[in-house]
Every structure is written in structure tokens, then in C-alpha cells.
């Protein structure tokens, strides 16, 4: 336990102490914040924010694994942490790419849509390829129950794997959905880590270590995202994160614990994707006035309606964070019960 929060502090230091150095890197790079015009009015005053912040703490992080992984050697470690750190790395580049050709053009317009989609499914499609070359019989075994209800793992068979690169893919936008508001998906994502860290610990201990770096990189970062924020994560850090969670997920084999640890990032993804749904639906059968007269949410994702209705950002953050450690407990329960 001692090397783990030995680890939290040194990547929180690395991280934290050259963040005003980091934000002047990415303002005279150019990465500024281009607000979307989707965006709620009061958004307008983080126009111009440095942004590709997620290079801060996934650096330090990605550098620390891989130190570690060269002192030990490969045939000394846990065999899915290296994978899992170079599809970490990867979704990075994808939101890298994404949000500097955003800053290069000078507009919310970076990477499309469908290159961002196809580009992940690629990246996650390798990662479950190396898993089913490298299975052992029970990898496509998920526990659906807590051991301690004694309901034997479901057997999914090749199904297991296109869910797998759902899940990782899903997840990835999940957390790129809750970057919002100034410390929400910084914030939210570190009690996941340390949730995941908690329930790798026992079987997967250097994969539970990965999420200890992680998370103290997020809290290193979240020291200038706070509100109101310094720098935001941008793509290049929110994509990675979901990515990292679901990659542990999968190779130490607490999916069901780790979705529910998740549930606040993955109600912002549902709520995309029922106001999305249902706009379309509802042009095609009254109209486009209708439609849009008539949305299931304000705006989306989901805190952007709670800004619509008027909460004040700080206190949506500290709500949003209240119900992510609420659930990150309820996570903890369901991977440790019996």
C-alpha cells in the first residue's frame, strides 16, 4: 500500500508543480478553448482558455509506467498493463489530434465526428484482439452479481469481445462527455480511479497501481481545473480516461463494479444519446419547429441542463461530484461483497 501512495504523490507533484509552466506551453502553442456555439451563454467567458491539458497528467503518467515497465522488464509485471497503458496513450492521440485541429483553425471543429468514432474502434479493436489471443478460459466470464450472492460468473463466449470494444469505446465518450464544467470530469474520474485502484488491488496490483498514478495525476490537475479553471483537459485528456477505466475493467475482470463506479459519466453519454434520438424522431413524424420546441432536455449533456435551469456551475460540479462518489462507494460494494 505504501508504494501505491507513494506513487499518488509523486505523479500528483509531477503533474501540479510545472502546471503553470504546462499552461503557458499550450497558450503559446495556441491551444485556446473554442466555445462551441452549442454551448450555454455564460460558456462564453472560457473562450480563449489554454486547452490540451490532459497532456499535464497523462505524460507523467504514461512516462512513470513505462519507467517501471524498463526497470522491471516486461516477463516481472502484470501482462495487460502494458497494453492497457499503449491504448491509454492512443486515445490520447486521437484527442490530441482532435484538439489541435480545432486550435489550428481557430474553431470547435476539429476531428469529425466518424474519424473520432472509427479511429477509437480501431484503437479498441486492437486492445481486444491482444485480449482474446492472451485469454485464459475465463476472460469472457463477467461476474453480473456480488460474489457474495453467490451467482456463478455468466459465460458470454465470443460475444464477450465486440461488448468489450463497446464498452471501452463507450466509456472513452462517457468521460469525454462529462469535461464540461470546470473540475467535473477531472473530479469524477479521480474517485473512479481510486475506486478501481481499490478493487484491482488484490489480484492485479500493478494495474491497480496504473490507476493510483492516474489518479494522482487528475488530482495534480484538477489543482488548476478547479473552478474557476486555469486550463481544461480538452479531448487529449477526457477520451483516455474512459479508455484507461474500461481497459482495467476488462483485464482484471471488474466490469459490472467499475459501470457502476461510472454511472454519473455514463448518464451524461445516455442523456446524448436520448435527446439526440428522440429530436430526429420527432422531426421526421411533426417537423423540425416541433422538434426543437419540444426536447427532452434543455441541453445536453446532462449538466448543461442543469445550467439552463439556472443552477449556479460551481454548485452543479459539487453535486455532480457528491453523486460520483456516491456511486464509486456503491462500486466498491458490489466488487468487494462476500
Same mark, same amino acid.
Given at each position: 500500500?505504501?508504494?501505491?501512495?507513494?506513487?499518488?504523490?509523486?505523479?500528483?507533484?509531477?503533474?501540479?508543480?510545472?502546471?503553470?509552466?504546462?499552461?503557458?506551453?499550450?497558450?503559446?502553442?495556441?491551444?485556446?478553448?473554442?466555445? $462551441?456555439?452549442?454551448?450555454?451563454?455564460?460558456?462564453?467567458?472560457?473562450?480563449?482558455?489554454?486547452?490540451?491539458?490532459?497532456?499535464?497528467?497523462?505524460?507523467?503518467?504514461?512516462?512513470?509506467?513505462?519507467?517501471?515497465?524498463?526497470?522491471?522488464?516486461?516477463?516481472?509485471?502484470?501482462?495487460?498493463?502494458?497494453?492497457?497503458?499503449?491504448?491509454?496513450?492512443?486515445?490520447?492521440?486521437?484527442?490530441?489530434?482532435?484538439?489541435?485541429?480545432?486550435?489550428?483553425?481557430?474553431?470547435?471543429?476539429?476531428?469529425? $465526428?466518424?474519424?473520432?468514432?472509427?479511429?477509437?474502434?480501431?484503437?479498441?479493436?486492437?486492445?481486444?484482439?491482444?485480449?482474446?489471443?492472451?485469454?485464459?478460459?475465463?476472460?469472457?466470464?463477467?461476474?453480473?452479481?456480488?460474489?457474495?450472492?453467490?451467482?456463478?460468473?455468466?459465460?458470454?463466449?465470443?460475444?464477450?469481445?465486440?461488448?468489450?470494444?463497446?464498452?471501452?469505446?463507450?466509456?472513452?465518450?462517457?468521460?469525454?462527455?462529462?469535461?464540461?464544467?470546470?473540475?467535473?470530469? $477531472?473530479?469524477?474520474?479521480?474517485?473512479?480511479?481510486?475506486?478501481?485502484?481499490?478493487?484491482?488491488?488484490?489480484?492485479?496490483?500493478?494495474?491497480?497501481? +496504473?490507476?493510483?498514478?492516474?489518479?494522482?495525476?487528475?488530482?495534480? +490537475?484538477?489543482?488548476?481545473?478547479?473552478?474557476?479553471?486555469?486550463?481544461?483537459?480538452?479531448?487529449?485528456?477526457?477520451?483516455?480516461?474512459?479508455?484507461?477505466?474500461?481497459?482495467?475493467?476488462?483485464?482484471?475482470?471488474?466490469?459490472?463494479?467499475?459501470?457502476?463506479?461510472?454511472?454519473?459519466?455514463?448518464?451524461?453519454?445516455?442523456?446524448?444519446?436520448?435527446?439526440?434520438?428522440?429530436?430526429?424522431?420527432?422531426?421526421?413524424?411533426?417537423?423540425?419547429?416541433?422538434?426543437?420546441?419540444?426536447?427532452? +432536455?434543455?441541453?445536453?449533456?446532462?449538466?448543461?441542463? +442543469?445550467?439552463?435551469?439556472?443552477?449556479?456551475?460551481?454548485?452543479?460540479?459539487?453535486?455532480?461530484?457528491?453523486?460520483?462518489?456516491?456511486?464509486?462507494?456503491?462500486?466498491?460494494?458490489?466488487?468487494?461483497?462476500?
Amino acid at each position: 500500500m505504501g508504494s501505491l501512495v507513494a506513487a499518488f504523490v509523486v505523479v500528483f507533484v509531477l503533474t501540479a508543480l510545472p502546471g503553470r509552466i504546462w499552461i503557458e506551453w499550450l497558450r503559446g502553442l495556441g491551444a485556446r478553448q473554442n466555445v $462551441s456555439q452549442d454551448a450555454p451563454v455564460a460558456h462564453a467567458a472560457k473562450q480563449g482558455t489554454p486547452t490540451m491539458g490532459g497532456l499535464m497528467f497523462l505524460t507523467p503518467c504514461v512516462v512513470s509506467v513505462c519507467a517501471m515497465l524498463a526497470l522491471r522488464g516486461s516477463g516481472r509485471t502484470e501482462p495487460a498493463l502494458l497494453p492497457v497503458c499503449l491504448m491509454t496513450a492512443a486515445f490520447g492521440a486521437i484527442g490530441f489530434a482532435d484538439d489541435y485541429l480545432s486550435a489550428r483553425r481557430g474553431r470547435n471543429l476539429g476531428l469529425t $465526428s466518424r474519424q473520432k468514432m472509427i479511429a477509437q474502434i480501431l484503437v479498441a479493436v486492437g486492445f481486444i484482439l491482444w485480449l482474446a489471443r492472451t485469454a485464459q478460459p475465463i476472460t469472457t466470464q463477467v461476474q453480473i452479481a456480488p460474489t457474495g450472492m453467490l451467482v456463478p460468473p455468466m459465460e458470454m463466449g465470443w460475444i464477450y469481445y465486440p461488448i468489450a470494444v463497446l464498452f471501452v469505446v463507450g466509456l472513452s465518450n462517457a468521460t469525454n462527455f462529462t469535461d464540461g464544467l470546470d473540475g467535473l470530469a $477531472s473530479g469524477i474520474v479521480l474517485l473512479i480511479c481510486l475506486a478501481a485502484a481499490a478493487l484491482l488491488w488484490l489480484a492485479h496490483p500493478e494495474l491497480s497501481l +496504473f490507476m493510483f498514478v492516474l489518479a494522482g495525476g487528475l488530482a495534480g +490537475f484538477l489543482w488548476w481545473n478547479g473552478h474557476p479553471a486555469r486550463v481544461f483537459m480538452g479531448d487529449t485528456g477526457s477520451l483516455p480516461l474512459g479508455a484507461a477505466i474500461a481497459g482495467v475493467a476488462i483485464a482484471g475482470k471488474q466490469e459490472v463494479g467499475l459501470i457502476v463506479a461510472s454511472l454519473v459519466c455514463w448518464a451524461e453519454l445516455v442523456s446524448v444519446i436520448i435527446q439526440v434520438g428522440v429530436f430526429k424522431w420527432r422531426r421526421r413524424r411533426k417537423g423540425l419547429d416541433y422538434a426543437r420546441a419540444h426536447r427532452v +432536455f434543455r441541453r445536453t449533456p446532462l449538466h448543461h441542463h +442543469f445550467e439552463e435551469e439556472g443552477l449556479p456551475e460551481t454548485r452543479i460540479v459539487t453535486r455532480f461530484w457528491l453523486a460520483g462518489a456516491v456511486f464509486t462507494a456503491l462500486g466498491l460494494l458490489w466488487g468487494r461483497l462476500g
